[in-house]
């Protein structure tokens, strides 16, 4: 496994931006897709964004598309999540994860941060 340390979070005003950080240990940060997950009070974790292990491919959930963008620098062990034209639905608490595959199913992923809140003012 490896260890992840989210940061970046805070709040912001609605149609803002933030930018979120995840710093991971190890030296096989190379060899883990990652992705980004939320989870609003009482409701369930949520997929946000993931990208491969290689730098290429991504996916995003329906309701960040065109808005967050995921982007990782294997030689910074780091993965980021830019996020523009924030909205109030977008509060939540932001969890990075890292597995084997790239995937929006939360189970896929073995290792977690302890996320940061990202609050979203109207």
């Known amino acids: 496994q490896v260890q992840l340390v989210e940061s970046g979070g805070g709040l912001v005003q609605a149609g803002g931006s933030l930018r979120l950080s995840c710093a991971a240990s190890g030296r096989t940060f190379s060899s883990y897709a990652m992705g980004w997950f939320r989870q609003a009070p009482g409701k369930e974790r949520e997929f946000v964004a993931a990208r491969s292990r290689s730098i290429g491919t991504t996916y995003y959930g329906e309701s960040v598309k065109g808005r967050f963008t995921i982007s990782r620098d294997n030689a910074k062990n780091a993965v980021s999540l830019q996020m523009n034209s924030l909205k109030p639905e977008d509060t939540a608490v932001y969890y990075c994860?890292?597995?084997?595959?790239?995937?929006?199913?939360?189970?896929?992923?073995?290792?977690w941060g302890q996320g940061t809140q990202v609050t979203v003012s109207s």
């Open positions: 994860a890292a597995g084997p595959v790239m995937a929006k199913t939360r189970g896929v992923y073995d290792s």
